[in-house]
């Protein structure tokens, strides 16, 4: 695992139990703030499969509209 996979899978475990929104990973892990950047950017989304399928699908859960 990389060390930004790990630290986008730390975070999430870290608020396990609690919906975590794309801006507010954008903001602690890439430092980003830029809300059209965030909106139109898939980094995360192909991070989260990297993790996926290192980790398996059962581990993070996604909640489209948060």
Known sequence: ???LE???Y???AQNKGRVVSKK???EKIWKKTDEKYISES???EVYISYIRKKMGKDYI???KGF
């Open 10 to 12: 730390s975070y999430l």
């Open 61 to 63: 859960k996604t909640r």
């Open 24 to 26: 507010e990973i954008f």
């Open 6 to 8: 790990f630290s986008i």
């Open 1 to 3: 695992m990389s060390e």
């Open 42 to 44: 898939k980094l995360l």
